[in-house]
């Protein structure tokens, strides 16, 4: 018999004293829930216990409204993406089980977009939760995509005014530019003020859920990270003053602490559905502000919570519905099989080589980390497996390009940005991402020679990539780009089949490298 899981309070700020006027108000959240239904092993939380799962949330989420109506439940963003079930429904599947988990609202991300921006549109139709959106426009139009900016919820007597917003940076950075074609982000700082100014005479609390920042680290590891990997919810609550909480997605990185400017208190949870974050607000309604607020903040440990039967339900539903083409066995994997951010991986060389399989006349093939969504354990490997590895209808380009242009690349990468380039066999990058742009790769060779500026190379990569998807603008400047029509899945199934059992290629093909310092 699991035991319900208890919040841990893990930052407690007083702002002040509270007073008799004192009104009381629990704000669960999560972001970055990815398409996670079911839990999973996660390990730097745990290699022997799973966390997360929407139906874990669900029963929470249950109990906590239970417990204390004045609960209300909300999420910014990105619900796509992930396992299988998403790439295999477009997204339908996840909606059917959103549905279910007890949102108050959620805002869109750019994830969502994965199927493109019509799609997109028929999806938010399904959900029975507010979904917000306040700037993402039908290009070339003033009509909202998602024609929703804003609600505004009474609870416990506070007026709550929620906004949903995209910043304009992380929806252009990492949505293919064939799949948003029809829709435009405008400046999020500039609709911000515009819904606040609405919204202010009506309500006593201004909340933003708000899909925003750089890709972090996957998870949070210390202060530093955080501040760093939340900079842009810091700078839009310095530059638009007026919001009382933001509830933040993109990064995957939690703060534990939450984290204060100008006013505005800022929450995050990790991606994956591994934490739900909860935020009790003692909002003054005389001196109408928030006077005190404690957070708690706890891994959502599988064997300690009971499954919500509804959900259960809706999953299998949808898993049996996939079965006859999830269970194919591609192969089995004789170790872990995970992936890297910064340096190459297991899971990186194998779906690089994977691509140069399956053209194996070409140079070599790079695919970026951050497509790349979830570890593999020794066993048998399914297709459904590899579509929760990588869940994004991409396809192999080919390319013929100049050898700086090449490096350009790999310097972005080593930037961190959205993560280093992950290569195919002859491939050895060496970087320094502390040095400054156009000095950080000090090592860029294939097969033992150095890559020269001004040689033509033949390179694959994805088509997500090829049109400057997460930053990686250089495959631009290529000489020639054909599409091949191949689906990197299918040239990962049909590499991996090759093999009776699979062991991780472990080689160190990209590697940070400690600068000399002058003697």
């Not at 208890?6 to 009381?24: C, D, E, H, R, Y």
Request: aromatic residues 10%.
């Amino acid at each position: 018999m699991k035991k319900l899981a208890l919040f841990l309070i893990v930052g407690v700020l007083t702002v002040l004293a509270p007073a008799a006027s004192a009104q009381k108000l629990n704000v669960l959240y999560t972001n970055d829930l990815h398409s996670h239904l079911e839990p999973l092993i996660v390990p730097w939380v745990s290699t022997t216990r799973k966390v997360g799962g929407f139906a874990n949330i669900a029963t929470l989420v249950k109990q906590e409204k239970k417990a204390k109506p004045k609960t209300v439940y909300f999420d910014p963003g990105e619900l796509f993406a992930g396992p299988y079930l998403s790439l295999l429904t477009k997204g339908e599947a996840i909606i059917d089980a959103a549905n279910y988990l007890g949102l108050d609202a959620a805002c869109v991300g750019n994830h969502e977009y994965d199927y493109g921006w019509e799609n997109a549109y028929k999806q938010f139709e399904r959900a029975k939760f507010p979904l917000l959106n306040g700037n993402i426009f039908v290009k070339g139009t003033d009509k909202l995509h998602w024609p929703k900016p804003y609600i505004i919820k009474e609870v416990n007597g506070i007026r709550l005014g929620i906004i949903g917003l995209h910043e304009k940076f992380a929806f252009e950075d990492t949505v293919a530019p064939v799949m948003i074609k029809g829709v435009e982000v405008r400046d999020e700082k500039v609709y911000l003020r515009k819904y606040i100014k609405e919204l202010q005479p009506k309500t006593d609390l201004i909340i933003l859920l708000i899909h925003i920042g750089i890709p972090g680290t996957q998870s949070t590891t210390g202060e530093a990270d955080v501040i760093r990997n939340h900079q842009h919810d810091i700078d839009l609550a310095k530059a638009v003053p007026g919001v009382d909480l933001m509830i933040t997605g993109h990064p995957h990185s939690g703060t534990p602490k939450p984290i204060v400017a100008n006013g505005t208190i800022i929450v995050s949870t990790d991606a994956y559905t591994i934490e739900l974050g909860k935020l009790e607000i003692t909002y003054d309604k005389k001196l109408d502000k928030i006077v005190d607020f404690k957070n708690h903040y706890n891994y959502l440990f599988d064997d300690e919570v009971e499954d919500d039967p509804t959900m259960v339900a809706v999953i299998t539903k949808w898993k049996n519905k996939l079965k006859a083409i999830t269970d194919e066995k591609v192969t089995t994997v004789t170790a872990p099989m995970t992936r890297s951010y910064g340096s190459s991986s297991g899971m990186g060389n194998m779906v690089a080589d994977a691509m140069l399989a399956a053209y194996p006349e070409y140079d070599f093939a790079v695919t970026n980390s951050g497509g790349l969504r979830e570890d593999i354990d020794p066993g048998v490997v399914t297709v459904g497996k590899l579509i929760s590895v990588f869940p994004f209808p991409n396809t192999i380009v080919q390319l013929e390009i100049k050898g700086r242009y090449l490096r350009e690349a790999f310097e972005h990468g080593a930037g961190l940005t959205n993560g280093v380039l992950q290569v195919s066999k002859g491939v050895e990058i060496g970087y320094e991402e502390t040095e400054p742009v156009g000095q950080r790769v000090k090592i860029c060779e294939l097969n033992g020679k150095p890559i020269d500026d001004n040689k033509t190379y033949k390179v694959l990569t994805s088509n997500y990539l090829a049109d400057g998807g997460d930053g990686f603008f250089a495959f631009g400047k290529a000489d020639s780009y054909k599409a091949t029509g191949v689906d990197m899945l299918d040239a990962m199934v049909k590499y991996l089949k090759t093999f009776k059992t699979y062991t991780p290629n472990v080689e160190e093909r990209v590697v940070k490298v400690r600068t000399m310092m002058p003697q």
